[in-house]
């Protein structure tokens, strides 16, 4: 699933392949894309970059026009050079970038849209964003605050809100309570002040880890899976995350899991690793109890 790591070396790589190249072809399989290429076509814009922000993908065109795209849980970019046999079938292409080059395809991406600054500015998905965790300057004082504004809410579903902080998904949300040995139904107000520090530093730590190519100004796209512990071994890549009822790697207790928040989304973590601060044992055992007894009804 695509998280803000995900969406950071997408823009990444497809800004070091486009940028400053002219479009030679366009395509979509969305009709108020091409409604817009129609009335202002793209084919001779030149790519002035890309860029992610949080889970968003922008493609800046020149004459103002700027092309934005959500991955959600199953679209993704793809980089190919001119000629070379696509990975996915046509019929999951939504979007077709080709320069002399190259060709960026965008498959199964659900959110795309055509803006031009002035519009993009009064969007207002995007602008809302916290701080972008991949961000070059990242406002950790602001980041704060907005955690700290959420204080009834379980931090599992706090790092998950983009409105908060941009960039984190579900797997880097459990990875990164896991990391800071924080119980991720825990809420805000039960966190000291050295606790939201390490959830941020964690935070940043991972996911500039999962954004280094080492790869210098090449166009080099990343395959590998996530990764929190650094083993190289890829059945170890993760502490807790899909590994309900396995041992702890640290402990060797079973990892629990979860589903949590108005998603229901699956939340990992290790019962003796990551202890419930006492004021949060007694509001789940209050909220377990009052569980039972709509079910007794």
Request: charged share 25%; hydrophobic share 35%.
């Amino acid at each position: 699933m695509p998280e803000g790591d995900t969406i950071f070396r997408s823009a990444r790589t497809l800004d070091r392949a486009l940028k400053g190249h002219t479009l030679v072809a366009f395509d979509t399989a969305y009709a108020p894309l091409a409604s817009v290429n129609d009335n202002t076509p793209l084919v001779g814009r030149m790519v002035e970059r890309v860029e992610s922000r949080g889970k968003w993908l922008l493609i800046y065109f020149s004459g103002d026009l700027i092309l934005i795209t959500h991955m959600l849980m199953s679209g993704s970019w793809h980089l190919y050079r001119r000629g070379e046999r696509w990975r996915r079938t046509r019929s999951h292409m939504r979007i077709v970038l080709s320069t002399a080059e190259y060709e960026a395809v965008a498959f199964d991406v659900p959110v795309a849209r055509f803006h031009s600054e002035r519009s993009l500015e009064r969007q207002t998905t995007i602008p809302k964003l916290g701080p972008d965790l991949l961000g070059t300057a990242f406002a950790t004082d602001e980041a704060i605050l907005r955690i700290r504004a959420q204080a009834e809410e379980e931090i599992a579903n706090v790092l998950l809100n983009q409105q908060v902080i941009a960039g984190i998904g579900n797997v880097f949300k459990s990875e990164i309570c896991f990391a800071c040995q924080i119980h991720p139904f825990r809420h805000v107000t039960s966190l000291s002040n050295d606790e939201v520090d390490c959830l941020l530093e964690s935070s940043r730590r991972l996911m500039r880890a999962n954004v280094s190519d080492g790869a210098g100004d090449g166009i080099v796209t990343y395959s590998g899976g996530r990764r929190t512990t650094g083993a190289s071994n890829p059945g170890a890549r993760l502490f807790v995350y899909g590994r309900q009822g396995r041992p702890c790697r640290r402990c060797g207790s079973a990892i629990l899991m979860r589903k949590q928040g108005s998603g229901a989304r699956s939340t990992y973590w290790c019962p003796i690793c990551q202890p419930m601060a006492d004021a949060d044992r007694v509001l789940e055992g209050w909220s377990n109890s009052i569980r039972r007894r709509k079910i007794g009804c």
